[in-house]
């Protein structure tokens, strides 16, 4: 598609966000049920970009009510989707994997703003769907949170520099732990 068909397409879904009603009748049609209420709490688990306060606050517009650490037991962070530049960037991804974790930023939502968050990933859409898991927060308590997750293809590749930087200082200015922190350290950016 070229630029003009995406910023129109963005533009649909940012107006349609705005209205609980016609959310639902475009997830109807996306095949997909909105439930509960626009004002109805529920927890977003952040392992990517949403994790850096100038992409969800700034970026995406979001004002959560909470925010605490929180790792996702039985997956692994992955970089299998592909980013633009095309070949040059790898956005994250989850990968079911029972012997790995993800850590992450747990935010309190409503509803609503989970609507308005999907319009700016795309949900629904071709790439992101939501993914319902139980996530565990730094002190250990259990939270039923929804994430994003896409199929990915079967080799990762490498995020550009700027989003993996994304992801390293949301991670340690959300008080993610030191392994974390290390493994992200670790990842080797694009070239």
Request: aromatic share 12%; no cysteine.
């Amino acid at each position: 598609m070229n630029n003009f068909v995406w910023s129109l397409v963005r533009w649909l879904r940012a107006r349609v966000a705005r209205s609980w009603q016609l959310s639902r009748t475009y997830y109807r049609l996306r095949g997909l049920e909105l439930t509960g209420r626009p004002g109805e709490e529920v927890w977003y688990f952040a392992y990517g970009a949403n994790m850096h306060d100038s992409a969800f606050l700034v970026r995406r517009g979001m004002r959560p009510l909470e925010w605490r650490p929180g790792r996702a037991q039985g997956w692994r962070l992955r970089f299998n989707l592909e980013g633009r530049p095309k070949g040059k960037a790898a956005p994250a991804n989850l990968y079911a994997d029972p012997s790995t974790e993800v850590w992450g930023v747990l935010y309190r939502i409503t509803r609503g703003a989970l609507v308005h968050l999907d319009a700016t990933e795309g949900v629904p859409g071709l790439r992101y769907r939501h993914l319902w898991l139980e996530v565990e927060d730094i002190k250990g308590q259990a939270v039923h949170a929804v994430t994003y997750i896409a199929n990915g293809l079967e080799a990762d590749g490498n995020p550009s520099l700027r989003y993996l930087t994304l992801l390293r200082d949301g991670a340690q200015a959300h008080g993610l732990p030191d392994h974390w922190l290390r493994l992200l350290n670790g990842i080797k950016a694009a070239e």
